[in-house]
């Protein structure tokens, strides 16, 4: 089955302390994303990857950290928490194919920093 | 920049009523449009899209007409149900694979 997860579901941290959240896809994508999501803002990409080692800034890359060492897999690292970081996160993934593609989402990691 | 502005919810609607949920974009080159299904609890699924003007995009009984006089792509459905409650993003794709997402419209469908 072809999905893209993320762990954990869950989180509530504390500010400063270093965390990172997992994703990994399985369908060979070469394009890979995190998005934030907030009320009334919809959702804002982070950081994204069109490849293996390539990763570029999105709309609100402040206070976060991607790699991409494996095509499969995209890290969120978040290196000292802030409160105004807390969020639902989605990592995303679709295939390089210019204007067609279908994103393929995660089921969101909602994290808390107190 | 690109952008995507649609109504702000909630939207409540009885079973069986007719949906509109409007979609307006601004974009530079020539886009492809989505809207994206968000069902509580979990991530987006694509619902259905459209990749130049006049195409019609439909799934589920949800249809979207891409209006380029109009940058319009605004979701209709004759008869909801309650399983359609959900949260819903129109977003384009312009430039790559870069997905701008609108503000999302939570609709509620009341039995």
């Known amino acids: 089955e072809a999905q893209v997860t993320q762990n954990p579901r869950y989180l509530i941290t504390v500010t400063g302390k270093k965390l990172t959240v997992t994703c990994s896809q399985n369908m060979n994508h070469e394009y890979m994303s995190w998005y934030r999501q907030d009320p009334g803002l919809g959702l804002r990409q982070i950081y994204y990857?069109?490849?293996?080692?390539?990763?570029d800034k999105g709309d609100v890359p402040e206070g976060y950290k991607v790699s991409r060492k494996e095509k499969r897999n995209f890290p969120l690292i978040l290196e000292s928490p802030s409160p105004n970081q807390t969020s639902l996160y989605f990592c995303?993934?679709?295939?390089?194919?210019?204007?067609?593609?279908?994103?393929?989402f995660g089921q969101g990691t909602r994290l808390t920093v107190v | 920049g690109d952008s995507v502005t649609q109504m702000e919810g909630p939207v409540t609607l009885s079973e069986e009523a007719f949906l509109t949920i409007n979609c307006t974009y601004t974009?530079?080159?020539?886009?492809?449009l989505f809207w994206y299904v968000q069902y509580p609890g979990e991530g987006l699924q694509l619902l259905l899209k459209a990749t130049k003007a006049d195409d019609k995009g439909s799934n589920k009984g949800f249809e979207a007409t891409y209006r380029k006089e109009t940058t319009s792509f605004h979701l209709e459905k004759g008869s909801v149900q309650v399983s359609d409650s959900a949260v819903y993003f129109c977003a384009l794709s312009d430039a790559g694979n870069m997905l701008t997402f609108g503000g999302g419209t939570r609709l509620m469908v009341k039995p």
């Open positions: 974009a530079t080159g020539y886009p492809s």
């Open positions: 995303a993934s679709s295939a390089l194919q210019g204007l067609r593609v279908e994103a393929f």
């Open positions: 990857s069109m490849n293996v080692e390539v990763t």
